[in-house]
C-alpha cells in the first residue's frame, strides 16, 4: 500500500528508485561500494566469518555433549541447534553473495542489508515461536561481524523458545537491478557522505537533520534531490521497496501506484527540461541588467570537486572545506604532504581560477574518528571546534598551514580561517601563519602569497568588522552557522528546524552591516553559506550589495539566471524595506 513520509525538503528535484537502507537499526557498519576484481575476496571475508561462528558453536556443542544433563538446560542445546541451521541456510549465504556480486557492496554492508531482508518475513510470520527467531538472527549476524574484524566470537543465545521450521520463499529480490538507487538512512554523517558521493545513489532520505545539516549541503551538492527529518523513514521503508522523493515538497512517497508513479515520472522529465534551459546560460557572464558584474564561486568537499566546478561555470572556488580530507580515516591525519598534494589537485582543477581554501572546521556535526566517547561534549556547536580546535593543536594547524602555503605557488589561493571571534585568536592565527612561513624558510622550501579571509559565522564577529577587517583581505559570510548563534537553533535538529529562518531581521541586519562595511573599506566580502544558494534570496541580497556569492556547483545556473534579470539599483530600497518588517518572507514572495 502506498503511503506518504514528510519531511524538509533540502535539494530540489524528483527521484524514483530502489530503497537502499544503509543504517541497520540492530547492527552499525561501514558502507561502501567495492570494485569487481574485490567480489571474490568479500564473499570469501564473510565466508571466513560465517565459518568461525559455526567452529564455535560445534565447539560448545562438544562441551554440552560432555556435560550431564543437569548441568546444561535442554534448551541451550536446542538453540545452539537453531543458531547453526540460521547460519547454514541457503536463502542468507545466497542472498549475501547477490548483494556482493550484483550491487558491489561490501561484505558487512551485504551481510546487514540480508539480514534487513529475512528479519522483515520473521516480523510478519504468524506464529510467536517464529516471530521470535530474529532475535537469533540479529545476534548471529552480529558474530559474523565481530569475527569478520577479528573479535573472538562468544556465543550466548538470545531466547530459550524451540525452533519450527520457517520456509523462506519471496526474500530474493527481482532481476531488476539496473534501477535508481534511494539511499535512505537514519543519519549519515559527512564521511559517510563522502564515501557515496560517486556513487550510483539517485537521491537520499534521512530520518534526522535539517537544511543546512552537512548531509543536507552534500546532497547539494551532488545535484540530487534530497528530504532529511524524515523521522521514521529507515523504519518504515524497506529495503528494495520503490521510493519517490519529491526535493520540492519534502515529501518521499513508499510504494507508489502506477498514477503516482506517472505523475512524478511527468514531474521529472520536466525538471530535466528546465536544468536543459539553465545550461544554456552557461557561458553567459553573470551581470544584472544594470551593469554590475557578479562572482559565482563554488563551494568544494574534495580536489577531485574542481573540474565540475568549472564545468558548472564557476569562475573560482569560494570555500574548499578542508575537512573533508581529514575525515573517515580511522584518525590518522593527512602529512603535509598528502594535504599539499591535494590542494595542488584542487588548484590543477580550476585551471588558474582562485581556490579558497578553509582551514579545517572539525566539531558539531563534523566529528573526526578519532574523537573518542570521553571527548564528545554536551553541546559541540559550541565546543573546541574550527579555528578553537586548530589553535589547540598548533603542530596539527601548522601542517596544514604549510600544505596550503607550498600549493599557493602554483595558483591563486586565498586561505580562510572559520569561527573567529576574537581579537587573541586572530593575533594566534596570525603568529602560527608567520612560524609556518618560517618553517619553510628554514629548509628553503617554496611556497606563494595568499590572501587572508575571515568567516564572519559568530555574532560577535558580524559585531566587530573593523577589527577583522584591519587584519584580512576579506570576509565570508558563513550564513549556515551564523543562523544558528543568532538564533540558538541547533541546525542539524529537525525537531526546531521550523525555527531556523535566514530571514529573521535579526540574521539579515548582521549580514546587511557586514556586506556595507566591507563595501565601505573596499574589502572583499562573499556569501558562502546557503543563503548563496537559494535563488529565493538572490535579488535580496544582490539588493543589500553582495556581489560575491558561494554556492554548490550544482546551483550556480539557476542563480545567474536570477542575476541576469534583475536590476541592483532597483533593489536596493526594496531590500531596505524588506528588512524593516517584523516578518521580512512576507515581503519577499
Not at 96 to 102: A, L, M, Q, Y
Not at 254 to 277: C, H, N, T
Not at 440 to 456: C, E, F, K
Request: with cysteine; hydrophobic share 45%; net charge negative.
Amino acid at each position: 500500500m502506498s503511503f506518504a513520509i514528510h519531511g524538509l525538503a533540502v535539494a530540489r528535484g524528483i527521484a524514483i528508485g530502489r530503497a537502499v537502507l544503509v543504517a541497520s537499526s540492530r547492527v552499525d557498519v561501514a558502507h561502501y561500494f567495492i570494485r569487481a576484481e574485490q567480489v571474490q575476496a568479500e564473499i570469501e571475508r564473510v565466508r571466513r566469518g560465517r565459518n568461525a561462528v559455526v567452529d564455535e558453536i560445534q565447539r560448545l556443542q562438544r562441551t554440552i555433549a560432555n556435560m550431564g544433563p543437569k548441568e546444561t538446560p535442554h534448551e541451550l542445546a536446542a538453540l545452539l541447534d537453531v543458531h547453526l541451521l540460521l547460519l547454514q541456510d541457503q536463502e542468507l549465504i545466497a542472498g549475501v553473495k547477490r548483494w556482493i556480486t550484483d550491487r558491489l557492496y561490501n561484505a558487512e554492508w551485504a551481510l546487514t542489508t540480508q539480514l534487513e531482508v529475512i528479519a522483515r518475513q520473521f516480523d510478519e510470520m504468524e506464529d510467536e515461536y517464529l516471530r521470535e527467531r530474529k532475535a537469533d538472527l540479529e545476534q548471529i549476524t552480529e558474530k559474523v561481524l565481530a569475527a569478520m574484524k577479528g573479535v573472538a566470537v562468544k556465543i550466548v543465545p538470545a531466547s530459550t523458545r524451540n525452533l519450527r521450521h520457517a520456509s523462506q520463499q519471496d526474500l530474493l529480490l527481482d532481476d531488476t537491478l539496473d534501477v535508481p538507487l534511494i539511499l535512505v538512512a537514519h543519519d549519515l554523517s559527512p564521511a559517510d557522505m563522502l564515501q557515496f558521493k560517486q556513487s550510483v545513489f539517485a537521491g537520499f532520505v534521512t530520518d534526522v537533520g535539517g537544511r543546512t545539516s552537512h548531509t543536507a549541503i552534500v546532497a547539494r551538492s551532488l545535484g540530487i534531490p534530497a528530504v532529511v527529518g524524515a523521522r521514521l523513514a529507515s523504519q518504515l521503508v524497506r529495503q528494495d521497496d520503490w521510493v519517490v522523493i519529491d526535493g520540492d515538497a519534502g515529501v518521499v512517497v513508499v510504494d507508489p501506484s502506477a498514477i503516482i508513479l506517472a505523475e512524478y515520472g511527468f514531474k521529472q522529465r520536466q525538471g530535466e527540461i528546465e536544468r536543459g534551459r539553465l545550461s544554456r546560460l552557461l557561458h553567459t557572464p553573470a551581470v544584472t541588467l544594470d551593469g554590475h558584474r557578479v562572482e559565482l564561486l563554488a563551494n568544494i568537499e574534495m580536489p577531485e570537486d574542481a573540474p565540475g566546478a568549472v564545468k558548472a561555470g564557476a569562475v573560482g572556488v569560494g570555500l574548499f572545506r578542508s575537512e573533508f580530507l581529514f575525515m573517515g580515516r580511522n584518525g590518522n591525519l593527512p602529512d603535509e604532504e598528502e594535504q599539499y598534494l591535494a590542494y595542488r589537485r584542487a588548484i590543477d582543477g580550476m585551471q588558474g581560477l582562485p581556490v579558497t581554501i578553509r582551514t579545517v572546521d572539525i566539531g558539531a556535526d563534523k566529528q573526526l574518528d578519532r574523537v573518542g566517547r570521553e571527548e564528545v561534549h554536551l553541546n559541540p556547536a559550541l565546543g573546541l571546534r574550527a579555528i578553537r580546535w586548530s589553535l589547540a593543536d598548533p603542530d596539527m594547524f601548522l601542517t596544514q598551514l604549510r600544505a596550503i602555503l607550498r600549493a599557493a605557488a602554483f595558483g591563486q589561493v586565498n586561505l580562510l580561517i572559520p569561527m573567529l571571534a576574537h581579537a587573541s585568536e586572530i593575533r594566534q592565527t596570525l603568529s602560527l601563519l608567520e612560524q609556518a612561513r618560517a618553517q619553510l624558510d628554514g629548509r628553503a622550501a617554496p611556497y606563494g602569497p595568499v590572501r587572508l579571509g575571515a568567516m564572519i559565522e559568530i555574532p560577535a564577529a558580524a559585531l566587530t568588522l573593523k577589527l577583522f577587517l584591519k587584519y584580512f583581505d576579506f570576509l565570508s559570510i558563513g550564513t549556515n552557522d551564523l543562523i544558528q548563534y543568532t538564533l540558538a537553533i541547533d541546525r542539524a535538529d529537525e525537531s526546531v528546524a521550523h525555527l531556523y529562518d535566514p530571514l529573521h531581521p535579526a540574521v539579515l541586519r548582521l549580514v546587511a552591516d557586514t556586506i556595507a562595511e566591507c563595501n565601505r573599506q573596499s574589502k572583499g566580502v562573499s556569501v558562502c553559506g546557503e543563503m548563496a544558494g537559494d535563488v529565493g534570496l538572490t535579488r535580496l541580497l544582490l539588493g543589500l550589495g553582495l556581489r560575491s556569492f558561494s554556492m554548490h556547483p550544482a546551483q550556480i545556473l539557476a542563480v545567474k539566471q536570477e542575476v541576469l534579470r534583475a536590476d541592483a539599483g532597483k533593489l536596493r530600497a526594496w531590500a531596505h524595506e524588506v528588512m524593516a518588517e517584523e516578518e521580512p518572507a512576507a515581503r519577499l514572495h
